[in-house]
């Protein structure tokens, strides 16, 4: 089936940032401080991952972990993901309870504004606001009969997986929701995976909050 094209996606993209900007701006200063003057490090994290068209790009997010090797530990969970096939849990209650969090880490993630620094991604044409999560060369190696068909579109800051389970998806389940969403992507599905995105932020962040872990968030000491 052919894959419908978007001839107005990255101005739809444009429009729909500058009119969130008034939240998303003060947002992004805000956390930026915050990991700056809570945690030694850089404020940013960057990390290769696979465009479309194959092409690589550096992707940005907040830091949200203590130190600098975060590359290599999220290579090794992959791989462990992947090699089991089981869901696409992330580290947060282990580095949570190791001390490898930043200070309100745990809550940055599930709240997503981890990923407010891809919105330069978005705005470089390198990402859109919605399409297939950006996956790493070794991602996309282990799986390639999958995720091929994802290399038609630009990768997306929210997408079909991320309203579908996510967490409790496995990578190859992963790579099916995504290789959906391309054969039938339309502006239509997209709004609707943007407001659908709004609720599982949310509840993403509640039970975060209800958590008992996120009760008291331990301030690691500083190597």
């Given amino acids: 089936m052919r894959t419908p094209r978007l001839p107005a996606q990255g101005i739809r993209d444009l429009l729909l940032l500058t009119i969130t900007s008034p939240l998303w701006l003060p947002l992004g200063f805000v956390l930026a401080l915050w990991i700056r003057t809570t ?4 404020v940013f994290f960057r990390q290769t991952r696979i465009g479309r068209a194959g092409r690589p790009f550096v992707l940005w997010k907040f830091r949200t972990l203590q130190g600098t ?13 992947f090699a089991h096939d089981v869901p ?16 309100l880490g745990r809550l940055i993630r599930a709240a997503g504004f981890d990923e407010i620094p891809q ?25 390639r009969q999958l995720g091929r ?3 038609k579109v630009r990768p997306g800051l929210t997408g079909w997986w991320q309203v579908n389970g996510k967490n409790e998806t496995t990578l190859r389940r992963m790579l099916a929701l995504d290789a959906v969403y391309v054969r039938h992507t339309s502006h239509a599905l997209d709004l609707s995976i943007l407001i659908r ?9 509640l039970e975060t909050l209800a958590a008992p872990s996120s009760a008291t968030i331990a301030v690691p000491d500083a190597a």
């Fill in 149 to 151: 068909s994802r290399l």
């Fill in 69 to 81: 090797d975060h590359e290599a530990r999220h290579a090794r969970h992959i791989e462990q993901l």
């Fill in 197 to 205: 995105t709004i609720s599982v932020v949310l509840r993403a962040t």
């Fill in 88 to 103: 696409l849990l992330k580290l947060d209650a282990t580095d949570e309870k190791a001390g490898r969090l930043i200070p």
């Fill in 119 to 143: 919105i330069f991604n978005i705005l470089r044409g390198e990402m859109s606001l919605v399409g297939p999560r950006p996956v790493t060369p070794a991602e996309l190696a282990a799986c």
């Fill in 39 to 42: 945690s030694p490090g850089p």
